[in-house]
T-cell receptor, first 118, second 115 residues
């Protein structure tokens, strides 16, 4: 079974600064997908960015980018020019290409609470 | 268009009671997922439907939990003989199909409190 670890329960950053959220995972699979989801107080999970494991190029979505290190099984999220609206819980998630045995769902980490200081 | 909706938003019940939680996925989405999010944790997978059938129910914690999707659209998660440990936010998500790359769109969840 895969596991996802987010070692930072909480991070704080000044508005307009850059912050990096860490995520490591454990898997024996060679192909898979990785995601970062944002969960504001409204509880609704919102996809921030995704990465295919077979792609070496790091994904980028506007102010959000990832540093994907496949050999190290690391998948960190960098948020540039932090904005007050970025404040939320951030979850790293793993998706297998397999079926059954729970593989169809996302495997989430425990999350990082991001605080934006004005 | 409309996103994933879940009703009720909050549900308070007493230990031993039966509850039903409803999920309305995005129209046209064939894949539907249920997750449970306990306080301070990330969501945990419960069950996945492809169309009307439960393709993977390996995440259901025990036989008190059951889910249906009779017409391939709306799904209901049913919990019998509720226990205090069942208290959590229950999230539903849908995606266009099962494909691993496809984005799962989440609803706002139902917060279940068992007294």
């Amino acid at each position: 079974a895969q596991t996802v670890t987010q070692s930072q329960p909480e991070m704080s950053v000044q508005e307009a600064e850059t912050v990096t959220l860490s995520c490591t995972y454990d898997t024996s699979e060679s192909d898979y997908y990785l995601f970062w989801y944002k969960q504001p107080p409204s509880r609704q999970m919102i996809l921030v960015i995704r990465q295919e494991a077979y792609k070496q190029q790091n994904a980028t979505e506007n102010r959000f980018s990832v540093n994907f290190q496949k050999a190290a099984k690391s998948f960190s999220l960098k948020i540039s020019d932090s904005q007050l609206g970025d404040a939320a819980m951030y979850f790293c998630a793993y998706r297998s290409l397999q079926s059954g045995g729970g593989a169809d769902g996302l495997t989430f980490g425990k999350g990082t609470h991001l605080i934006i200081q004005p | 268009g409309a996103g994933v909706s879940q009703t009720p938003s909050n549900k308070v019940t007493e230990k031993g009671k039966y509850v039903e939680l409803r999920c309305d996925p995005i129209s046209g989405h064939t894949a539907l997922y249920w997750y449970r999010q306990s306080l301070g944790q990330g969501p945990e997978f419960l069950i996945y439907f492809q169309g009307t059938g439960a393709a993977d129910d390996s995440g259901l914690p025990n036989d008190r939990f059951f889910a249906v999707r009779p017409e391939g659209s709306v799904s209901t998660l049913k919990i019998q003989r509720t226990e205090r440990g069942d208290s959590a936010v229950y999230l539903c998500a849908s995606s266009i199909n099962r494909g691993s790359y496809n984005e799962q769109f989440f609803g706002p969840g139902t917060r279940l409190t068992v007294l």
